[in-house]
């Protein structure tokens, strides 16, 4: 399995630190808690979870803009936490990020030229036939023309520059590219247009991906490998359709039954069966985290040991699950 | 264009338009908006972002900016609103339309506890003591399910979550007991398990209340769900305009369509997006708004606007591509 295996995360956990009121203890907030995945060469990883579940600190743990507390992080095979000044410039020219506001990540002082120049420039990578050229070249790849090269951020719509931001991404031929939330800015039939264009990406140049979203519609459509993650922890992860049509973890059944499904047919009976098994509880918070199994409190299936026990990550038949009733 | 106006209409827009007034021109943001809604029914507003669907909204409370106008005619129990007096709109606005919107936080005031707000959104619009106003707000939160309500009257909005602060918002939209609720995206800033308990909670209120409710969503899935009849608007007209179930089982409109196809499905079976981006208002085309990015259009669909006909009974569609089928 390993061979195959272009970045792996052994028990990576980030705590940040913060203090009660004017108190000198020191209180922990565990955003990402313990977390192992792999993402397999050509293929899609998907994190799934509500808002403050960890989603996007573990983006920022596997590019290093945050340092783990604790935890093994490795790309083919070599330790990403031991890279220093060159290598670590080397790996993050293989792994690309992509973020979710299209509006906040480009420098609205800069033109496209420049915007997709600069990868070029900063990773020193050779450029035959000019840089206008390899520029060009980019924003065909993207879908957009040669008129775009002198404008400003300000004068393209979300989609477009959503799609410069993808452009910018791959201009460094990068093995990995970590997508957080890329298409929850945007308008429905424009997020069509990206999810197709990261579909064609992915097949033309083998990139591997980290998606990270909330939508599972999105991660059901895009995915090879989903882990749903629920304050700091992988709750479950398998197959991706495996989890839709078997979802194990209580939590994986509640989030797919809480989305929206477009109903086609004449369904009288749509009030009173809607979102069944929705509870009525709110998502914990990681300052008053909950003793035991902390989705016990929103659980509609505790026994009486999610209070007390943390579960075991058990193998079910190649899925992962944390869970007591498993 | 007039739809029919049936009796029993609670609800009725007549040809809104919406104009932006800047450098001595007016710029239309909404044209030719007409639509009614029924006693208790959930009546859609669908579109994409900046399509003319919260100024359609804030044109019925009369509560637009200042360099908007609007225009035409809205008529709510037999007043028409556009050409009420301030005094009486004002009477009119929370009692018997009342509104939530899409961010809670920034729709309560953070530095007064929960209950006090409430209070005062009863006591604006009732003749009743400060005791029994609060107890009414007790009331209201436990009919909102909010558990011990009578703790959480003295909280401030930042102790409660999301969900919890949008459940606030909706007890005071419905302290004064309103024949229409405006719901202008109540659940997208919300996570999807919450927002399936919004969902339910607006459903309940509105069967418990016999309350009308206007549902603005860019959600396709959540108005399939939600709305009794469906409105879809592109460039600020409304494109069609149906029955939900005639709407998603028999979509007319090249948009409309383009929209469904563009909602991923299966897994790898490549989606069908609507080519271009939304024209900007201020550079409308000339006929037909969807043209450019529609793949029936042909000379007459760019040489002049196509009205909203009536297609079958009760499906109305912005498209000369359309057949009629009313004999």
């Given at each position: 399995m390993s061979e195959q295996s272009l970045l792996r995360v052994e028990s990576l956990k980030k705590y940040f630190p913060y203090r009660k009121g004017f108190g000198r203890t020191k209180n922990y907030?565990?955003?990402?808690?313990?977390i192992s995945f792999d993402v397999r060469l050509n293929s899609v990883f998907a994190i799934v979870g509500e808002s403050g579940s960890g989603k996007s600190t573990v983006a920022n743990l596997i590019l290093r803009l945050t340092e783990p507390t604790e935890g093994k992080i490795y790309f083919k095979e070599s330790?990403?936490?031991?890279?220093?000044h060159k290598s670590l410039r080397e790996y993050r020219k293989s792994v690309q990020m992509i973020f979710q506001d299209p509006y906040a990540s480009l420098?609205?002082?800069?033109?496209i030229i420049d915007v997709l120049g600069e990868p070029f420039k900063i990773h020193g990578i050779p450029q035959n036939g000019g840089l206008k050229k390899n520029v060009l070249d980019l924003l065909e790849r993207v879908g957009m023309g040669a008129d775009s090269l002198n404008k400003y951020p300000h004068e393209f719509s979300g989609g477009q520059r959503q799609r410069i931001c993808i452009a910018r991404a791959i201009a460094v031929s990068p093995e990995l590219l970590i997508a957080d939330e890329p298409l929850s800015a945007l308008d429905v039939s424009i997020q069509a247009q990206i999810l197709n264009l990261f579909h064609k990406i992915k097949e033309e140049s083998a990139i591997s991906f980290i998606f990270i979203s909330h939508d599972l519609k999105v991660v059901r459509f895009f995915s090879d490998e989903v882990a749903v993650m629920y304050l700091g922890k992988f709750v479950e992860q398998a197959k991706t359709e495996e989890i839709f049509s078997t979802p194990l973890h209580p939590y994986t059944k509640l989030l797919i039954a809480s989305a929206p499904r477009l109903r086609k047919k004449q369904d009288k009976s749509k009030t009173g069966i809607l979102y069944t098994g929705v509870s009525s509880h709110e998502v914990q918070s990681q300052i008053a985290a909950p003793s035991g199994c902390l989705f016990h409190p929103r659980c509609p299936e505790r026994i009486a040991i999610c209070s007390r026990e943390h579960p075991q990550t058990k193998d079910i038949k190649g899925r992962l699950v944390s869970c007591h009733l498993f | 264009m007039v739809i029919n106006i049936m009796n029993g209409a609670l609800l009725n827009v007549q040809n809104l338009s919406v104009l932006l007034k800047a450098d001595g021109a007016e710029l239309p943001l909404v044209s030719d908006v007409s639509f009614e809604i029924k006693h208790s029914e959930v009546f859609g507003l669908v579109g994409e972002s900046g399509c003319g669907k919260t100024l359609t909204a804030l044109s019925i409370l009369r509560i637009l900016p200042q360099n908007i106008a609007s225009r035409g005619k809205i008529l709510f129990g037999g007043k028409?609103?556009?050409?009420?007096t301030e005094e009486s709109m004002r009477s009119l606005r929370g009692k018997d339309i009342a509104m939530i919107f899409q961010e809670p936080m920034t729709s309560l005031?953070?530095?007064?506890?929960v209950g006090y707000q409430l209070k005062e959104a009863i006591l604006s619009h009732s003749d009743i003591s400060k005791s029994d106003a609060l107890a009414r707000s007790v009331e209201l939160l436990k009919a909102v399910g909010i558990p011990s309500p009578e703790l959480r009257i003295n909280d401030y909005p930042h102790q409660l979550s999301g969900g919890m602060r949008q459940r606030v918002m909706i007890a005071m939209a419905i302290s004064s007991n309103p024949s229409l609720l405006i719901a202008d995206e109540p659940t997208t800033a919300l996570d999807v398990t919450i927002q399936a308990q919004i969902l339910q909670l607006l459903q309940q209120l509105k069967r418990e209340r016999k309350m009308a409710i206007l549902f603005i969503t860019h959600d396709l899935s959540i108005i399939s769900e939600q709305a009794d009849r469906v409105a879809i608007m592109y460039a600020g007209r409304i494109i069609e305009l149906a029955g939900v179930d005639e709407l998603f089982n028999n979509p007319l409109h090249p948009y409309t369509q383009g929209l469904l196809a563009s909602l991923p499905g299966e897994k790898g079976v490549l989606l069908k997006p609507i080519p271009g981006f939304v024209p900007n208002p201020g550079n409308l085309?000339?006929?037909?708004?969807?043209a450019e990015r529609c793949n029936l259009t042909d000379k007459n669909c760019v040489s002049y606007e196509p009205e909203l006909r009536e297609i079958s009974t009760n499906h109305y569609v912005r498209c000369i591509k359309c057949q009629n089928k009313v004999s």
């Open positions: 907030i565990r955003a990402v808690d313990g330790d990403v936490l031991a890279y220093r420098n609205p002082r800069m033109r | 028409e609103l556009l050409s009420l005031n953070p530095v007064l506890r085309p000339e006929g037909c708004k969807f």
